[in-house]
């Protein structure tokens, strides 16, 4: 088992930062993938980021691109996602994820075993 803890959301104003993190504990697997989701009221959760275990990033979403960073410190088991540029729409619950094997392109919220609580960003405009 993976247990997956986010912090770092909250309340900030349009243009705005935060850098979400993600803490890992457990079983921490050399293949594993981690990825961001969120999901907005009334919305479906939606795909952000994801990275390899190797820091190789997977893909952004299109939305987010140019204005989200996803990295990660393995010695931390920890995952970051590094906001800027806010922007109004960007306001939801952002999850962390985790799957066990290395997938081909794990954009998908159904390829992913491990979801972490997740931690609300609200952009205000």
């Known amino acids: 088992q993976v247990q997956l803890v986010e912090s770092g959301g909250g309340l900030v104003q349009a243009g705005g930062s935060l850098r979400l993190s993600c803490v890992a504990s457990?079983?921490?697997?050399?293949?594993?993938?981690t990825g961001w989701f969120r999901q907005a009221p009334g919305k479906e959760r939606e795909f952000v980021a994801a990275?390899?275990?190797?820091?190789?990033?997977?893909s952004y979403a299109d939305s987010v691109k140019g204005r989200f960073t996803i990295s990660r410190d393995n010695a931390k088991n920890t995952v970051y996602l590094q906001m800027n540029s806010l922007k109004f729409e960007d306001t939801a619950v952002y999850y962390c994820?985790?799957?066990?094997?290395?997938?081909?392109?794990?954009?998908?919220?159904?390829?992913?075993?491990?979801w972490g609580q997740g931690t609300q960003v609200t952009v205000s405009s």
């Open positions: 994820a985790a799957r066990s094997t290395y997938g081909s392109y794990p954009i998908g919220a159904t390829e992913y075993e491990y």
């Open positions: 990275i390899r275990w190797s820091g190789a990033i997977i």
């Open positions: 457990g079983r921490t697997f050399s293949s594993q993938t």
